[in-house]
């Protein structure tokens, strides 16, 4: 573990963890969410963003340089359901954009409480629609989501499977696949943990569920049938409470005969990936990312390895 790892951790365990724990208002945290991201994440320079729309789903293209003709990423973002927003992911994205040469689309999709499951996971399927409107092939997009994001882009994995327009790769940076919080690591993990609260879990999930059962495989994927199902890369902290919900996540993939590359990432905080920039532990997280995704796509590796920017 780098040193600024361990700083970022302890940062973290001090200070997002107990105000995670107090938070009750999805309003405040959407605003501190979007503050945070301003001065905490960092994007490189020369990024390109701007607003697009996909299947009446508004969001943002992001671009960290040329990319690769006729393929894309589609993430999605999380903060579990009821916070969070393309542009709070943007700086992340554009690295990742950079790093595999693909142009990313990000959508806004709705958020809860006022908009419950399965808002966002309609918002999801009618993005990927969008794509394909725009002359994208399912199999040159690659789909993936961190977090709540995660979890949304396998449950949308699964709807494609079954459509028979799979994606050509998936991904997912922590993903939270199972609503009804039976993973072990929540309760092995939750001192562990540097940034998430496991006893916010419940009632965060109730606020995007409102009634609807949790295991639902459109909420919970870890339930989730799979056939025929594309390449899968998925990245996870090993002190994280959802550790298990990624570990269950790619068995289950598995049992579909999906190729899956499980990548633990010792001693990170969930979705390290958005410190890229901060802790070299985030960058070699994307670079992996980028590398696994382009696999996926059957893509080249570039000609000179790819970069980040400062």
């Not at 993005?127 to 977090?147: E, K, N, V």
């Not at 570990?247 to 899956?260: D, I, P, S």
Request: with cysteine; aromatic share 6%; glycine share 12%.
């Amino acid at each position: 573990m780098s040193r600024r790892l361990a700083l970022l951790n302890a940062a973290l365990r001090f200070g997002n963890k107990p105000a995670l724990a107090r938070m009750r208002d999805p309003v405040l945290a959407r605003a501190a969410m979007e503050r945070g991201a301003q001065w905490m994440f960092r994007a490189p320079p020369g990024l390109i963003v701007t607003e697009a729309v996909l299947g009446e789903v508004p969001g943002l293209h992001i671009s960290g340089g040329q990319g690769e003709p006729g393929h894309a990423i589609l993430h999605l973002h999380g903060g579990a359901y009821v916070a969070g927003s393309p542009r709070t992911h943007q700086a992340m994205l554009g690295r990742l954009s950079r790093l595999s040469g693909l142009e990313v689309f990000a959508p806004a999709y709705r958020l809860a409480p006022e908009h419950p499951f399965p808002a966002a996971l309609e918002d999801a399927e009618a993005a990927f629609a969008g794509l394909l409107a725009r002359g994208y092939a399912p199999g040159q997009i690659a789909l993936g989501g961190d977090s709540a994001g995660g979890g949304l882009a396998f449950a949308l994995l699964a709807r494609l499977c079954a459509a028979g327009t799979a994606p050509g790769v998936a991904y997912g940076f922590s993903p939270w696949a199972d609503l009804t919080a039976s993973g072990a690591s929540i309760r092995s993990n939750a001192a562990a943990d540097p940034m998430l609260p496991a006893g916010r879990l419940a009632d965060v999930a109730q606020m995007y569920l409102q009634g609807q059962a949790a295991g639902d495989p459109g909420a919970s994927p870890l339930f989730a049938e799979f056939p025929g199902a594309p390449p899968v890369l998925l990245q996870v902290g090993s002190t994280e409470i959802l550790l298990d919900d990624t570990l269950r996540l790619a068995e289950r993939l598995r049992g579909f005969g999906a190729a899956v590359d499980l990548q633990v990432l010792p001693n990170t905080p969930h979705v390290v990936q958005l410190f890229d920039g901060w802790v070299p532990e985030a960058r070699m997280a994307l670079r992996a990312a980028a590398a696994g995704i382009r696999a996926g796509l059957r893509l080249p590796k570039p000609a000179r390895p790819a970069s980040a920017g400062s």
